[in-house]
């Protein structure tokens, strides 16, 4: 099979000892885009992006397989040379599903892909009240997924992604007996849970997982836990504003030994803050005013998604549609 290019070049990234990857969150094709015209080597496919910019809805395990597959790969598709990071969810079933779900993304274009121990109805990794499979269920998706990258022959990365952290008690293999939640105290649990989750990590690892990610760490001490832990095995970590986790900057995360930082949820956040305002002023006001820089008007939108690049392609192969201008 063809070499994916974007997975290669992951990869050596990954293998960089001074470098650290830094994703931003993309939704669609204009958040792609406007990332890659600002130079990011990297991009990261949202699921909870996915959810709401395609269906409208919160991140509650609502986006089939087809919609996450098609959005992968037209973001991929957006410049091959740079490496996409996709949410796959739980792979979407069992071991089969899996399968053909880390094949669809291989075919795609995606460079790497993340599989999590959540149940099949699960929600976005900082909602409260997830449930966690147990680990043997883990441990198979992430074979699965191995499997089907060495029957495509696929250099692929598989990121191994546990939400044991902050899972309800009874889906915890290593619950104590004769214990219930309420008796628990918080550091008790967060305790179990971190362990719980390097414990499925490591097993992950062994399966062929590439890169571990521990979802939802509450504490600064967690995050230099998890690296210290999982060596050499590169840990990747996930910047959620508003979310459970505290934001740190690139240049910190690199220092306590993270070698992926994605934020899934900065296109979608700024695009959310930017429709209030504008939805604001037309409804208020009946009108949109022009910026005073002008910056912002459909052709230069276009301009960003490639308007010039197709005249140019339809040009060369002796076309005719654009001889007039655009």
């Not at 739980?90 to 053909?100: A, C, D, E, Q, Y």
């Not at 992604?161 to 939640?181: F, K």
């Not at 995360?253 to 700024?270: D, L, R």
Request: aromatic share 4%; glycine share 8%.
């Amino acid at each position: 099979m063809e070499v994916n290019q974007a997975a290669a070049k992951l990869r050596a990234q990954l293998a960089d000892p001074d470098q650290i990857i830094v994703c931003p969150g993309v939704q669609d094709g204009l958040s792609a885009r406007v990332c890659l015209q600002k130079g990011f080597k990297n991009l990261y496919m949202t699921g909870a992006g996915t959810s709401i910019s395609l269906l409208g809805q919160p991140d509650l395990g609502l986006t089939p397989v087809t919609d996450m597959i098609r959005n992968a790969s037209m973001i991929a598709s957006l410049d091959r040379s740079v490496p996409l990071i996709a949410d796959a969810d739980t792979g979407f079933g069992g071991p089969l599903m899996v399968s053909r779900t880390v094949e669809s993304y291989i075919l795609a274009g995606v460079a790497a892909l993340h599989l999590e121990d959540q149940v099949l109805t699960k929600r976005c990794g900082h909602l409260g009240g997830k449930e966690i499979v147990d680990i043997e269920t883990f441990v198979s998706r992430i074979r699965a997924a191995h499997e089907a990258r060495k029957r495509l022959r696929s250099e692929i990365v598989l990121i191994a992604r546990s939400d044991a952290l902050s899972a309800t008690l009874s889906n915890l293999s290593s619950s104590p007996e004769n214990i219930t939640e309420e008796e628990e105290s918080k550091e008790e649990k967060q305790e179990r849970g971190f362990q719980e989750a390097v414990r499925r990590l490591k097993s992950a690892v062994q399966a062929g997982a590439d890169v571990a990610f521990l979802e939802g760490l509450q504490t600064k001490d967690q995050m230099r836990r998890v690296v210290r832990e999982m060596a050499p095995t590169p840990c990747l970590l996930n910047m959620v504003p508003g979310g459970v986790t505290p934001l740190i900057s690139a240049k910190e995360a690199k220092e306590m030994g993270f070698k992926i930082v994605i934020w899934p949820c900065f296109a979608m956040t700024a695009a959310y803050l930017a429709y209030q305002r504008a939805a604001d002023e037309l409804l208020c006001t009946g009108e949109i005013k022009e910026p005073e820089d002008r910056r912002g008007g459909v052709k230069e939108i276009f301009e960003v998604c490639g308007l010039s690049e197709c005249v140019e392609f339809d040009k060369l192969v002796g076309g005719s549609a654009f001889r007039n201008g655009v």
